[in-house]
């Protein structure tokens, strides 16, 4: 047998492969982006804490739903856009944390997660933010400039572009990527994906364009985003901003990095300005 007859069907077979999971990748790549939940097993009111039902609709008429929780006395308030996976309910403790500091704090699920209506999508996960933003400034009467943005991982995407056509006080980047090109680049590159990526959650060109200080928080060993692209958000940043560094997992940062952290955050959140942190 001719070494033709044996490499050509080799060849074939390993370039139909590739050309299939290039197509996979195309068609079903919201599936890698988005994992959310639409169980709500449990509400603030579990961990102790007066709440509101939030229930706006986003520009396009989309259902959303979200918390808030006040408290006495606060001087700003935290609009907490959550990572791609679960929902509200995961972050209880992020709810709890910032109502321990005295803050407002106010929580929502993008469309497709938890109690919210439709699928997601990258423009509809900005349309999401921005719905809570005009509940928060034109029902519940908060400042513009009494409002810190935070995301946390794909949240801090869309909080960037939130803080970019908002005016917020503050930001927040909490293990928080440069673009999805560059995540997608960073998993499968043995692909074109910079060429296939529909999503683009381009962080890091939108942090040029944005005033209000910023502060970057992110872990050394952060499993699923690379410490460089914390690193690379900060330099990015017009000051003022300041850069923490966590300790711990992508999911267990804010956990491990404890009362620090917290201290750093309630400074930011208080003083509304960046600086060495």
């Given amino acids: 047998m001719r070494v033709q007859e044996i490499v050509w069907p080799v060849i074939r077979v390993a370039v139909a492969s590739y050309v299939g999971l290039v197509l ?4 079903r790549q919201g599936r890698y982006v ?8 449990s509400t603030p009111a579990t961990a102790g804490l007066k709440y509101e039902e939030v229930n706006v609709t986003a520009a396009d008429g989309t259902g959303i739903h979200g918390w808030f929780v006040p408290a006495e006395g606060a001087g700003a308030t935290v609009l907490l856009c959550h990572g791609n996976a ?8 992020a709810l709890w944390m910032f109502h321990e500091m005295g803050f407002n704090v106010c929580c929502f699920d993008y469309r497709g997660y938890g109690k919210s209506g439709g699928k997601p999508t990258e423009e509809g996960t900005y349309q999401d933010a921005a719905a809570v933003w005009e509940w928060l400034v034109k029902v519940r009467g908060v400042g513009e400039d009494s409002i810190v943005i935070h995301g946390e991982s794909l949240g801090g995407a869309v909080a960037a572009w939130l803080a970019e056509s908002r005016s917020p006080a503050g930001l927040v980047l909490e293990s928080t990527f ?15 994906v910079r060429w296939l990526c529909r999503f683009r959650y381009n962080t890091l060109e939108r942090l040029s364009r944005i005033r209000c200080p910023v502060l970057v928080a992110h872990g050394r060993d952060d499993e699923m985003i ?5 690193r690379r958000l900060f330099e990015a ?5 300041a850069f923490f560094e966590l300790k711990g997992s992508h999911n267990t940062g804010r956990e491990e990095s404890g009362r620090q952290y917290e201290a750093v955050l309630r ?3 208080e003083k509304g300005r960046g600086r060495d942190l």
């Fill in 237 to 241: 940043a017009n000051e003022p901003k």
């Fill in 226 to 230: 690379p410490f460089a692209f914390g």
């Fill in 24 to 27: 996979l990748l195309y068609f």
């Fill in 267 to 269: 400074e930011f959140i």
């Fill in 86 to 93: 679960g929902n509200i309910w995961h972050r209880i403790d």
């Fill in 178 to 192: 440069t673009s999805l090109p560059d995540m997608a680049a960073r998993l499968y590159p043995f692909l074109p």
């Fill in 34 to 41: 988005y994992y959310p939940s639409r169980s709500l097993t």
